[in-house]
């Protein structure tokens, strides 16, 4: 059956006008989502975190990272993950239209409707027709290991969102280790029930995975920017990072609606989820945030200060300086094995900031120091003695030399597989030839093992040596002959 708006109406072919709108409201909705992954609950609790999936991790391993050596980590996680969309689709959804004529296909004779497409059943049909029964477990297998993993991700940053940044922030500064302990839990709890409810709200409404892929741009990408422009972009003021994300939403809706509304005649489900109606919202939200955020800054630069010292600690701690020069007066209250962790005062020590002026130095570069900066206490006494143990400066030469790594091999990929390969094939009008398609096959099965390596047999090599020392350990406690160390 040929493909509409595809070349000659071949499913070997770059040239497909809706395949290349459906790549712009991915690419919108992927970026964001990953910027937005510790963001979004703030920016529109339940609806932007449900739909941002397993993002909702990134910053937190990120920022728990060590830039000099985690920039590597995310590279090679990022050539692994490519080989899920490229592998998997490559098998699943031309196997899926390859094998509607066989027998074995669960719909046998008539095809998948649109319906069972856009609810992501064509990679079950595919393994069903394959491997029969033992392929539909192994898709419930991998579909569970995919989501549980990504499901505790989010419980875990959500939990966190609402225990330090909201509870501990603004509800109860000084509350203790225990309340913290159980506002985590009772976030956990809140969180599942939640996204449980809001999901089968989704599906008793017909909203499926192809909608949500689809219009998430639009919902989100108008925070993206901007956010990341808070990170980036020292001269980004507290105004327009307040109003910039709602402003581009705002746009994305108006440009959403009314495009449907024009192109459709009516706004359902159905026409709100075609890819053409969407993308003028992704664009209009992705740009519009942007847009707001630089000029709002240039209009009204103005930062937020403040001389309460609560305020100044944190902004010290993030810095990674103590809250005053002297130690004893910033060792923790808990006492024994804390206040040993925290060390002897440095003579190198950075100034802590006293006033709201040097709070700018946030947004600056931070001179390095030679010892571990003093902690500032949580009120989490778990918190605070893994920082006391593991806070260290970060060495300024290893910090330059992963930025580099990591702004070239962004423009390379940028420049080979978003541009250069997509866009060549779909100008030149090629239909694959069976020895290029041939070709693909390979490419993508190679990648598929690529990724496999970087996944579980590099992560087990890096670590042989500490799981020879584990293992001795356990036989050693297992037979009575282990020795003190």
Known sequence: MPIADN?????????????????????????????????????????????TGVNQAYWQRAIASRPETSVKAYLFGGIAWYGIPF????????????????????????????AQNGAGLSSPATAIALLGKGGAGLMLLLLFMAVTSSTSAELIAVSSLLTFDVYKTYVRPKATSNELVRISHLGIVVYALGLATFCAILNAVNVNLTWLLTVLGVIVGGASIPNGLILLWPRMSTLAAILAPWMGLSFGMIAWFVTTSKRSGVISVTTTGDAINAVAGNIASWAGGALVAVVVTYIAPHKFTSDDPVFVARVNKINGVSDTPNEKETALSTGGDIETALGPSSSTEKPPISSPADSNTLYGDQPSSSEPAKVVPTGNHVVDFLEAKHIEPMDPVLVKRGTRLAVWFNVAFLCIAIILVPFTLFGSDYIFSRSFFTGWCVVSFMWCWVSMIICVIWPVWESRKALYMITKGVLGDMTGKSHAT
Do not use: H, R
């Open 87 to 114: 592998s998997f689709a490559t098998i699943m959804g031309l196997g899926c239209a390859a094998l509607t004529s066989s027998p074995e296909f669960p719909t046998y004779p008539s095809p998948l409707t649109a």
């Open 7 to 51: 070349y000659e109406g071949s499913y070997l072919t770059f040239k497909s006008v809706n395949g290349l709108v459906f790549a712009i409201d991915l690419l919108v909705a992927g970026f964001s989502t990953v910027w937005l992954d510790q963001v979004s609950f703030l920016a529109v609790l339940v609806i932007m975190i449900s739909l």
